[in-house]
């Protein structure tokens, strides 16, 4: 998802990290084991580096928001970046809360990640319908219906892949992240590949699509890290400005060794693994006293030559579920938390409890986060599409909520 415009050169400053890719494999009762990957298109570096202090300042020539003169800069920007148009705002159609082939849908839609492809937008999300992909399509971001194949009815586009441990044909599968990579398309997913401790493990997988409609076909082994009770979740693929694949995900932590954070590596130019050579580099580490016990669900995105990173922080359960973001020197970071370490989106700013699991999208000259919200916590989880500005700083505004 980008701009399509030029983006600035911008000194990395980047951590560096040593090696060896954790594959997921099983032992007889289900549970995940680390041992070496069979994915073709894996390299020796490892899916988690070990720990290290994640960089809290950004190279002094980058737009940092809070850390620079915004007078200064306003004049900066005023010659070096391309116009923005304030969105207008996007107030989602209601519709049926069942899933109809040809009927506006309205319903439960958790964690959307969205695309733009043939003058449509497609947004996937987490299992719902009974569906491993539920799929939605829109022309204007209002109306959503679900995706149906040739004769008009609603399809699942996603084949799970074997390793999936799940009933109902692997429809537990959530928190999915799509996008254009090289001649096709890359479907990423989060799904139970077995247990650990009592606890179910997780892992991500990659398919791939002749397009957005697919359907996608599993690719590649597992990416899993043994270490990790819960695993890894929440893949984001991200294709920047210069056409560089990405897959962006969240590390659950290791208990009393290491929080939960936002890892990012490159993938290759077919989105079926990561690049030879690449490794993994750490964005965020849990640390703001609103992202409660985790932090979770990454979307990148470039916007007037500025990369952002939202994620969510706290419980996805309750009503102080928030998003937040901070500003990157590049893909690889590193990245710095904005608007004073609080988050972007609350209950309190949108006046829908929970708002997260948001996907960053740009529309013409304008930045849109489309996010889930509970109608009420412990109902649905409903997709809602919020218009940001973009100030002279480099920082971001709500303009309107969704």
Known sequence: ???????????????????????????????????????????????????????????????????????????????????????????????????????????????????????????????????????LVSRDLVTWTPLTDGAGRAVDPLQP???????????????????????????????????????????????????????????????????????????????????????????????????????IRQLNRDGTGFAEGSETRELLTLSERWEGDTIENPSMVQFRGVTYLFYSGSSWERADYATGYAICAGPQGPCVRQNQGLPLLSTATTGHPGPGGASAIVTGKSLRLVYHAWDRVGGLRRLHVAGLWQREDGTLEVVHPG
Not at 71 to 76: D, T
Not at 199 to 210: F, T
Not at 219 to 248: N, R
Request: glycine share 14%.
């Open 161 to 263: 892949a074997g390793w999936v441990r799940s009933r109902g044909r692997g429809k537990s599968l959530w928190a999915p992240g799509v996008d254009k990579v090289g001649n096709g398309w890359t479907a990423a997913y989060a799904a139970p590949a077995g247990t650990s401790g009592g606890e179910r493990h997780n892992c991500i997988g990659l398919s791939r699509g002749p397009s957005p409609a697919g359907p996608f076909r599993p690719v590649g082994e597992p990416l899993c890290y043994g270490q990790a009770q819960l695993g890894v979740i929440d893949p984001d693929v991200f294709v920047d400005e210069t056409g560089v694949p990405w897959l962006l995900w969240k590390f659950s932590g290791v208990v009393n060794r290491r929080p939960a954070g936002l890892f």
């Open 1 to 135: 998802m980008t701009t399509g415009r030029r983006v600035r050169v911008l000194a990395a400053g980047a951590l560096a990290v040593a090696v060896a890719l954790a594959g997921c494999s099983s032992d007889g009762d289900g549970t995940p084991q680390a041992g070496p990957s069979t994915a073709p298109t894996s390299s020796d570096a490892p899916l988690i580096p070990e720990p290290t202090e994640v960089p809290t300042e950004l190279p002094e020539d980058l737009l940092v928001g809070e850390m620079q003169d915004l007078a200064k800069l306003a004049e900066r920007l005023a010659q070096q970046l391309p116009q923005q148009r304030r969105p207008a705002p996007v107030v989602v159609a209601g519709g049926s809360e069942q899933w109809r082939a040809g009927v506006a849908y309205r319903g439960y839609f958790a964690d959307p990640d969205v695309v733009r492809a043939n003058g449509r937008w497609y947004a996937y999300a987490t299992n719902t319908a009974g569906l491993r992909l539920p799929t």
